[in-house]
């Protein structure tokens, strides 16, 4: 049918993603941290709980095994954001995991 195969991701993939966030609540800074099996891309965006986009972390090459980034509270202006719930979300591999982030005062 000229299609291409669908794209197969090793299931066992999702039981090895972990994604910290730590410390959380926080109040300067907090650091997102996960592990690859393999190197490859990776995306770590911060959005809004209305879906904007805040923040933008990683967009590039992350190494086997830990990465980790900081989130200095602020948006991708340099700007401080206001307190209150974020999501965190980890492309990676075909998969996608989105943490709640909180931002206190």
């Not at 109040?27 to 933008?56: C, H, I, W, Y």
């Not at 989130?71 to 492309?91: F, H, M, N």
Request: charged share 25%; aromatic share 8%; glycine share 8%.
């Amino acid at each position: 049918s000229g299609e291409p195969p669908p794209l197969s991701v090793d299931p066992s993939l999702a039981s090895q993603i972990y994604f910290p966030v730590a410390p959380n609540p926080f109040r300067s800074t907090t650091d997102l941290s996960f592990r690859l099996p393999r190197g490859a891309r990776a995306k770590v965006d911060l959005f809004d709980l209305q879906g904007r986009r805040v923040r933008r972390l990683m967009d590039g090459n992350g190494v086997a095994g830990e990465n980790r980034v900081v989130w200095d509270g602020a948006d991708d202006q340099d700007r401080p954001v206001k307190p209150g719930i974020y999501l965190a979300r980890l492309d990676m591999l075909g998969y996608t995991k989105t943490l709640r982030v909180v931002r206190v005062h």
